[in-house]
């Protein structure tokens, strides 16, 4: 995309992702971890392995996968009350979101009974922390099933191929990649985009905010998604080369 001659808020190119960077192994007993910033979100992303799965599981030779999500007291601008009374809906649907998805990047039939739990807990929040989950999230499960099949433990085709995901959005009528914090404030359409690196879509979630969008604003952001996608999947890749 040519030189744009209204900036962002942070500068950035309307097609320009924030600077991403993954820590492997950031925490040390987990059996998989990984530290994910994204811009100024940060979030770690720890990995469970527990042998068993959940009582209707039982007896499938199958495992299974769950995430929780969480947003850490004093990730955002004002203290978040932690949930010690009941999720909030948000909280739900985002861990619902990031299990469902990370559930396509494991073929369970050849995980045995086991449950991979994966806590994506937000140190800092600027826009982004689902999709910052998901992406992080994918690579400490690579991290921890690396492990079980170094062991032979389970056969390398457990782990699937890297997903991804990104947030897209129109705010003052163009659209935008990766929205930070303020730019998702003020944004009239917000969509976040998983895919796998296949470039098959696992989910599309969207909205319009204050106006309705047409079938070519649609068509624009997912064409930005996908970019960004593809270039957040050649980060993973580089990261899983090193394991």
């Not at 499960?141 to 056969?155: N, Y």
């Not at 359409?189 to 296949?198: G, R, S």
């Amino acid at each position: 995309m040519s030189h744009n001659p209204f900036p962002r808020i942070d500068g950035r190119q309307p097609d320009q992702l924030r600077p991403i960077s993954f820590t492997l192994d950031y925490t040390q007993y987990a059996e998989g971890s990984v530290l994910i910033s994204w811009g100024e979100t940060i979030i770690l992303c720890n990995l469970t392995i527990q042998d068993g799965v959940p009582g209707w599981m039982a007896g499938q030779g199958r495992g299974w996968l769950t995430a929780e999500y969480a947003l850490l007291p004093r990730s955002t601008h004002s203290r978040t009350q932690r949930e010690i009374h009941g999720l909030k809906g948000r909280t739900q649907e985002i861990r619902r979101l990031i299990g469902r998805a990370l559930r396509m990047s494991v073929n369970l039939n050849l995980l045995g009974e086991r449950t991979l739990l994966l806590d994506c807990d937000v140190i800092q929040a600027d826009g982004g922390t689902r999709v910052a989950s998901i992406t992080g999230g994918y690579l400490a499960l690579a991290v921890g099933l690396h492990k079980l099949i170094e062991k032979g433990i389970i056969p390398a085709e457990t782990l699937c191929p890297p997903i991804a995901a990104v947030s897209v959005g129109m705010v003052d009528q163009r659209p935008l990649l990766d929205l930070n914090y303020q730019e998702d404030s003020q944004a009239d359409v917000d969509l976040n985009i998983v895919k796998t690196a296949q470039d098959l879509y696992i989910e599309i979630q969207g909205t319009a905010e204050n106006q309705a969008f047409s079938t070519a604003s649609l068509n624009q952001l997912i064409a930005l998604a996908d970019k960004g996608i593809r270039e957040i999947i050649s980060l993973q890749e580089e990261v899983l080369g090193a394991l």
